[in-house]
């Protein structure tokens, strides 16, 4: 089985070979004057297993993977496991003409089987054409929360979207958690619910499945600390951290910020290679 990497999830590419015994395959990636892409597999991959590993995070990250698998064509079989799948959010149709676009990003793969984590809509999955699955990294989120030393600690869902996985975490670790309820006024203006808690001298951490612009987490941040929590961590499968999250949470107040590795940045403390290699 060969682990390829593409150009945005390098580094979990490699943890998911190395933790199988192998290295990942060499890619070369650049573009051309005019901007177009130019991807080139530096093995014969003829007859082979292969296993692409590539977030979706752009619009250009998501055309390398299609090229990809255009380039591993006279594999045997092409497995493609997708992080963080962009466009994911895009799964409704609001007003006439409106392309639903969750589906049309899962059509344009081509391959024998899919794997995700966390997608934003697990209903997504049936656009695919071919056997689809979506993993859960929250087990690992958990993992690494029960390694952190906390004091009389309290997990939070920032909405009742993530919920259930914030309660499986808290179950786990035989926790305590609760929930906020939002109302989104925009594309990052929320209204966070004020709720009762008595958080004095209590860590909190809160948990999402992904963190974009930053509003419901800062908002939530202030209300905590606020409420008298000793410290504040932010948590997330998939660290988006568009335009000035980062600065929006600790202008909050939040003590750190972890997330996995389906987008590599910084915040990107626990690796799903795991996972992967598990399923794979």
Do not use: W
């Amino acid at each position: 089985m060969l682990i390829i990497g593409g150009p945005s999830s390098q580094t979990l590419a490699s943890r998911v070979a190395f933790e199988m015994g192998t290295y990942p395959v060499v890619s070369d990636f650049l573009r051309f004057p005019d901007n177009e892409q130019y991807l080139r597999i530096q093995y014969d991959v003829s007859g082979e297993d292969v296993v692409l590993i590539q977030s979706t995070v752009t619009d250009s990250d998501l055309f390398a993977l299609i090229q990809m698998i255009d380039a591993c064509s006279e594999a045997k079989t092409i497995t493609c496991v997708i992080p963080y799948m962009g466009y994911a959010r895009q799964d409704k149709l609001f007003n006439p003409g409106e392309p639903l676009s969750a589906r049309a990003a899962a059509k344009s793969i081509n391959c024998d089987r899919v794997f995700t984590i966390n997608i934003h809509e697990k209903s997504i999955l049936d656009y695919f054409s071919c056997p689809a699955t979506d993993l859960d990294a929250s087990p690992l989120i958990g993992k690494y929360i029960s390694n952190l030393d906390l004091d009389s600690p309290l997990l939070i869902a920032p909405d009742r979207g993530v919920e259930e996985m914030v309660k499986n975490t808290a179950s786990g670790l035989n926790l305590e958690y609760d929930v906020f309820d939002k109302t989104r006024l925009s594309g990052d203006s929320v209204v966070i619910e004020q709720k009762t808690l008595d958080l004095s001298k209590r860590d909190v951490i809160m948990i999402d499945d992904m963190i974009a612009t930053g509003g419901t987490m800062a908002e939530s941040i202030k209300m905590l600390k606020n409420g008298g929590a000793k410290r504040v961590f932010v948590g997330c499968v998939h660290p988006v951290l568009a335009r000035n999250a980062v600065l929006r949470l600790f202008n909050s107040g939040v003590s750190d910020i972890f997330a996995t590795d389906t987008i590599e940045k910084i915040q990107s403390s626990i690796s799903v290679s795991s996972l992967i290699v598990d399923n794979i």
